[in-house]
């Protein structure tokens, strides 16, 4: 990777949560981005859980940073719980 190369990826994964009969009780979407450059890396991982309307339901949201070494060097996170 040359010194100011930044690479950027992201992952989303939706689960349905079903009762017995198979109806959609609501959904789980976790979203996680990933920089990651010469000095170090910076992951952002979000969970959402919907309810069966689609309404927001909570919400976590978790940054960590990393060196270049792969040490982790700060995490900061928040919680979001509606109702």
Known sequence: MADDDIEI?????????????????GTVVDDVVVVTGEDGSLVDETIDV???????????????IYDADGNLIAEAGTQIIEG
């Open 9 to 25: 990826g992201e992952d989303i994964e939706i689960t349905e949560l079903v009762d017995e009969d198979g109806d959609v009780l």
């Open 50 to 64: 919907f309810d069966a309307e689609g309404n927001l339901v909570a919400e976590e949201e978790v940054v960590d």
